[in-house]
């Protein structure tokens, strides 16, 4: 592409603000550089560059481009990201994602069933929080993925929902903390710090309706946020903090000493599987079909 190449040109002579080290990194001649960088100036009707005796600087014009190149080439590379992963979805990768409990639960054995009927396949596995993960499905970045189902959605987001069961909120601790041998009410809760695993984070709400709600319960509340299953344990053990989770967690965090202090049965969920509206792959049904057998017989 003309422009690809006009830009990458332009971009290196930006970042060494010499013609000879651009030409040097780009493995062309400095007159052919040279002359591909007075070219581009002539098409944009502005000088880009002031020359200098050691080099070469921006002009207003030229930081005013080099944004608008970066910008360009960063699309151009996220297109042929998205063009290769389509061919190699027409030889039946499958991109799923996940949350770490449904992945220890029965994910992990669908993956493995899946990859023993269809050895030449390729796996993408993201994992992440129900809107993160909503976000990526609706711009096509994975095909499904399974996680709580998402009550406040935008109309705009064009998913199908199949639910295979229900959970509820449990509260877990480390086994050195005081409220490891359990509570019978649930105020005592609010005296500890609060571990929120995986939080949804703003730039994803654009998948709700009317956006990420306010909690004001954390505005004066020690809190803490991590993006990882297995870091919240370290900090369970670290800390007197305590940890909402999914309640079929148990087994698997028990492994780690972290145990549940409370179960909040008025709390449930519905988790299911999440794919795009109108969208057939066998690869997906497969899964699909995978998926729910396994849930099915544990």
Same mark, same amino acid.
């Given at each position: 592409?003309?422009?690809?190449?006009?830009?990458?040109?332009?971009?290196?002579?930006?970042?060494?603000?010499?013609?000879?080290?651009?030409?040097?990194?780009?493995?062309?001649?400095?007159?052919?550089?040279?002359?591909?960088?007075?070219?581009?100036?002539?098409?944009?009707?502005?000088?880009?560059?002031?020359?200098?005796?050691?080099? #070469?600087?921006?002009?207003?014009?030229?930081?005013?481009?080099?944004?608008?190149?970066?910008?360009? =080439?960063? /699309?151009?590379?996220?297109?042929? %990201?998205?063009?290769? &992963?389509? /061919?190699?979805?027409?030889?039946?990768?499958?991109? $799923?994602?996940?949350?770490?409990?449904?992945?220890?639960?029965? #994910?992990?054995?669908?993956?493995?069933? @899946? =990859?023993?009927?269809?050895?030449?396949?390729?796996?993408?596995?993201?994992?992440?929080?129900?809107?993160? !993960?909503?976000? %990526?499905?609706?711009?096509?970045?994975? &095909? !499904?993925?399974?996680?709580?189902?998402?009550?406040?959605?935008?109309?705009?987001?064009?998913? #199908?929902?199949?639910? !295979?069961?229900?959970? @509820?909120?449990? $509260?877990?601790?480390?086994?050195? %903390?005081?409220?490891?041998?359990?509570?019978?009410?649930?105020?005592?809760?609010?005296?500890?710090?609060?571990?929120?695993?995986?939080?949804?984070?703003?730039?994803?709400?654009?998948?709700?309706?009317?956006?990420?709600? +306010?909690?004001? =319960?954390?505005?004066?509340?020690?809190?803490?946020?991590?993006? *990882? #299953?297995?870091?919240?344990?370290?900090?369970?053990?670290?800390?007197?903090? $305590?940890?909402?989770?999914? +309640?079929?967690?148990?087994?698997? !965090?028990?492994? +780690? &000493?972290?145990?549940?202090?409370?179960?909040?049965?008025?709390?449930?969920?519905?988790?299911?599987? @999440?794919?795009?509206?109108?969208?057939?792959?066998?690869?997906?049904?497969?899964?699909?079909?995978?998926?729910? *057998?396994?849930?099915?017989?544990?």
């Amino acid at each position: 592409m003309a422009l690809n190449k006009s830009i990458k040109y332009f971009l290196a002579v930006a970042k060494h603000g010499n013609i000879k080290r651009a030409s040097d990194e780009l493995f062309i001649s400095q007159p052919s550089l040279t002359s591909a960088i007075k070219k581009l100036e002539v098409e944009m009707g502005a000088p880009l560059f002031n020359r200098l005796s050691k080099g #070469v600087e921006l002009t207003p014009y030229g930081n005013k481009f080099r944004k608008f190149a970066q910008e360009q =080439q960063e /699309q151009y590379f996220a297109l042929k %990201h998205q063009f290769n &992963d389509m /061919q190699q979805r027409q030889f039946g990768k499958v991109k $799923i994602g996940t949350g770490e409990v449904w992945w220890e639960g029965f #994910v992990r054995q669908s993956v493995a069933d @899946y =990859q023993a009927s269809n050895p030449a396949s390729s796996f993408h596995l993201e994992f992440g929080n129900n809107l993160s !993960l909503l976000h %990526h499905l609706v711009q096509g970045d994975i &095909d !499904l993925f399974i996680g709580h189902e998402v009550l406040d959605l935008s109309e705009s987001c064009r998913v #199908v929902f199949q639910p !295979l069961f229900q959970d @509820y909120e449990a $509260i877990y601790v480390s086994k050195s %903390h005081p409220l490891a041998t359990g509570i019978s009410e649930p105020s005592t809760l609010h005296r500890y710090p609060l571990l929120r695993v995986t939080p949804n984070h703003p730039r994803h709400q654009s998948v709700l309706a009317n956006g990420l709600p +306010h909690d004001t =319960q954390f505005d004066e509340r020690i809190t803490y946020d991590v993006d *990882s #299953v297995m870091a919240s344990m370290d900090m369970l053990h670290m800390t007197q903090a $305590i940890m909402p989770y999914s +309640h079929k967690a148990s087994d698997w !965090l028990e492994k +780690h &000493d972290i145990v549940i202090a409370y179960l909040d049965k008025e709390k449930v969920g519905n988790i299911g599987i @999440y794919t795009k509206q109108g969208e057939n792959k066998s690869s997906v049904e497969a899964l699909v079909q995978l998926l729910t *057998s396994n849930v099915n017989s544990k």
